[in-house]
Structures are given as structure tokens and as C-alpha cells.
């Protein structure tokens, strides 16, 4: 199924506006901004339908977003699964969209996750492992541009997510992937609940680090040990831009 996926990477398709298994937009519920205040607005996206893990990281993900940077009310996670996909172009703008209606662009951080199966072009999307689209970065630069937010965090848990920092890492925005462009990340089981990236930065540096620059460090070492451990190359975990994102966040 990665195989597969890789080879679509390679011919570089890209997720499309009109696709047959296109879901209505949907409104989503957000509370709204507070004039003054740098609040947090948080999109979550599960990707790849076809192993669990995936739905899993992403709800997991929001949650902990949600307590250590404030952002309780003001999130979206959508998914895909082996017999569902809701994560479509349409429902991907509709998020970002509902997220850029709701925030100050000039005070306000938009917080896009991305959890999937990763290659030299972009991330997959897909139900069971048929029909695989690749969200590249450039679609992703739209996305985020889509949430009207002066200051953006994106952070992607897949292989080669590198790829993302390369492309979209400025001072506005900040870059957090799981792996170097040129590197595969791990821990994609059907049954697990995080993958080794998700797991180090979510559901343990987080959790005791507030600014997620020094959760990154301590995630990147966790990482490293545990797939040394167990025999892995490592991942190695990539963090740019953000320097006006960062000492926004201080302010909060």
C-alpha cells in the first residue's frame, strides 16, 4: 500500500477540487475570537483512511493542542477511514475557511496538523488505499493562506514531511515535520494509537512544554533513541522558520 502510494508521488497528483467522493461542505462551530487576545485556532487532518493510527493521531493531537495552547472550542478534526473519506478538498477549504472567518488575521495563530503517509512529493490521501491523491506542499501553502492568519503553525507527522519545511518555513510560519525530506518516519500500525513522532511530541513533550520549539527538541531526541533502539535510521525531525510565530505565542 506505501509502495503505492510512492508511485503515485512519483507522477505527482495532487488533490482536486470536483472528485467523485467530494462530501458536501459542512459547517463547523467555532468560538469566536477575543479582541486583544492572541487566541489559537487549530486544523486537524487524518489522511490516510486505510490504517487507523491515523484517526487516532490526529483526535489525540487536537486534544493536547487544545489544553496547552488554549485552543478548546476553537478546533476542527476531520478524518478519513477505510470506508469514508470526509477529508476532501472541499471539506479541507471548508475547515480552513471557517477557521479564516472566525479569527483576527493580525492576532490570531491558525494551527494546521497533517497526519498521513508521506513521499518525495507531498502526503496521501485516501480511504482504503485506492484512489490515492497526494496533498503537496503548494496545496497546503493554500490551505494555510485560506485560514487568513498572519501567523501559522503547520506541523506534519509522515515520511519525507521534510519536503514541507523546505517549501513553506518563513518567519510567519512555523514548520514542525516528523522526518528530513529525504527520510522515511515511523510507526504506522493499523492499531497504534500515535506514530514514534506523534507519540514523542504530542503525548509526551507537550505535555510538560509549553512552547512547542522546546517540545520539538525533546521530541527529536525521544525519537532519535527509540529508533536507534530499535534499529531504525533516523527519522531526523525538522523544525523551521516561526521566530514571529514563537515570540507571538510567548505574548499569549
Given at each position: 500500500?506505501?509502495?503505492?502510494?510512492?508511485?503515485?508521488?512519483?507522477?505527482?497528483?495532487?488533490?482536486?477540487?470536483?472528485?467523485?467522493?467530494?462530501?458536501?461542505s459542512k459547517a463547523f462551530h467555532l468560538a469566536p475570537?477575543?479582541?486583544?487576545?492572541?487566541?489559537?485556532?487549530?486544523?486537524?487532518?487524518?489522511?490516510?483512511?486505510?490504517?487507523?493510527?491515523?484517526?487516532?493521531?490526529?483526535?489525540?493531537?487536537?486534544?493536547?493542542?487544545?489544553?496547552?495552547?488554549?485552543?478548546?472550542?476553537?478546533?476542527?478534526?476531520?478524518?478519513?477511514?477505510?470506508?469514508?473519506?470526509?477529508?476532501?478538498?472541499?471539506?479541507?477549504?471548508?475547515?480552513?475557511?471557517?477557521?479564516?472567518?472566525?479569527?483576527?488575521?493580525?492576532?490570531?495563530?491558525?494551527?494546521?496538523?497533517?497526519?498521513?503517509?508521506?513521499?518525495?512529493?507531498?502526503?496521501?490521501?485516501?480511504?482504503?488505499?485506492?484512489?490515492?491523491?497526494?496533498?503537496?506542499?503548494?496545496?497546503?501553502?493554500?490551505?494555510?493562506?485560506?485560514?487568513?492568519?498572519?501567523?501559522?503553525?503547520?506541523?506534519?507527522?509522515?515520511c519525507y514531511s521534510g519536503v514541507f519545511a523546505e517549501?513553506?518555513?518563513?518567519?510567519?510560519?512555523?514548520?514542525?515535520?516528523?522526518?528530513?525530506?529525504?527520510?522515511?518516519?515511523?510507526?504506522?500500525?493499523?492499531?497504534?494509537?500515535?506514530?514514534?513522532?506523534?507519540?514523542?511530541?504530542?503525548?509526551?513533550?507537550?505535555?510538560?512544554?509549553?512552547?512547542?520549539?522546546?517540545?520539538?527538541?525533546?521530541?527529536?531526541?525521544?525519537?532519535?533513541?527509540?529508533?536507534?533502539?530499535?534499529?531504525?535510521?533516523?527519522?531526523?525531525?525538522?523544525?523551521?522558520?516561526?521566530?514571529?510565530?514563537?515570540?507571538?505565542?510567548?505574548?499569549?
Amino acid at each position: 500500500m506505501l509502495r503505492q502510494f510512492l508511485a503515485f508521488c512519483l507522477v505527482g497528483l495532487a488533490l482536486a477540487a470536483g472528485e467523485a467522493t467530494a462530501q458536501p461542505s459542512k459547517a463547523f462551530h467555532l468560538a469566536p475570537q477575543r479582541p486583544g487576545a492572541a487566541d489559537v485556532y487549530v486544523v486537524s487532518l487524518g489522511l490516510w483512511g486505510a490504517q487507523g493510527v491515523f484517526e487516532s493521531e490526529a483526535k489525540g493531537a487536537t486534544r493536547i493542542l487544545e489544553d496547552r495552547l488554549a485552543a478548546k472550542n476553537r478546533s476542527i478534526v476531520l478524518f478519513n477511514t477505510k470506508r469514508r473519506m470526509t477529508v476532501t478538498d472541499a471539506s479541507a477549504r471548508a475547515a480552513v475557511r471557517a477557521v479564516g472567518q472566525t479569527l483576527d488575521p493580525e492576532e490570531d495563530i491558525a494551527v494546521l496538523f497533517l497526519t498521513s503517509h508521506g513521499g518525495p512529493r507531498g502526503v496521501g490521501v485516501t480511504t482504503g488505499g485506492r484512489n490515492v491523491q497526494v496533498m503537496s506542499p503548494d496545496y497546503v501553502r493554500e490551505l494555510l493562506q485560506e485560514t487568513r492568519a498572519r501567523y501559522r503553525v503547520l506541523i506534519v507527522s509522515a515520511c519525507y514531511s521534510g519536503v514541507f519545511a523546505e517549501a513553506l518555513a518563513n518567519a510567519r510560519t512555523l514548520v514542525i515535520t516528523a522526518a528530513a525530506p529525504d527520510r522515511p518516519s515511523f510507526g504506522c500500525e493499523d492499531r497504534a494509537t500515535w506514530t514514534y513522532f506523534g507519540d514523542a511530541f504530542f503525548n509526551q513533550a507537550l505535555r510538560t512544554e509549553s512552547r512547542l520549539d522546546a517540545a520539538f527538541a525533546k521530541a527529536r531526541a525521544l525519537v532519535t533513541q527509540r529508533e536507534r533502539r530499535e534499529g531504525f535510521e533516523p527519522s531526523n525531525p525538522q523544525i523551521a522558520g516561526g521566530a514571529s510565530v514563537l515570540e507571538r505565542l510567548k505574548e499569549r
